[in-house]
């Protein structure tokens, strides 16, 4: 199973950018499917985006699309997630994710390979 840790949330006004990261270590990038999910306290967690282990495709939530931009680096077990154009609404904690599938519109890790999660906040 792959570890996984994330970094890069913080505090941030609305209209601004950021950059979350997450390395894995246990097992390569590129033997899964990678991507990230966010939860608001009393809300259940929500897909982001993917990314496919070759990076040739990659999947948004409508909520973020044209905003967030997801990228892997294979050669660092890092992915990526680009956040632009930060609204209120994208506060949450962000946590990466591994092994994902896609099944009746819903995202969904296989063997539970989670992160800690990052905490974004964005201010109006």
């Known amino acids: 199973q792959v570890q996984l840790v994330e970094s890069g949330g913080g505090l941030v006004q609305a209209g601004g950018s950021l950059r979350l990261s997450c390395a894995a270590s246990?097992?390569?990038?590129?033997?899964?499917?990678v991507g990230w999910f966010r939860q608001v306290p009393g809300k259940e967690r929500e897909f982001v985006a993917s990314i496919t282990t070759d990076g040739s495709r990659s999947y948004y939530a409508d909520s973020v699309k044209g905003r967030f931009t997801i990228s892997g680096n294979n050669s660092k077990n890092t992915m990526y997630l680009y956040m632009n154009s930060l609204k209120p609404e994208d506060t949450a904690i962000y946590y990466c994710a591994a092994d994902l599938q896609e099944s009746g519109g819903r995202w969904y890790s296989r063997s539970g390979s989670w992160g800690q999660g990052t905490q974004v906040t964005v201010s109006s």
């Open positions: 246990g097992r390569t990038f590129n033997s899964y499917v």
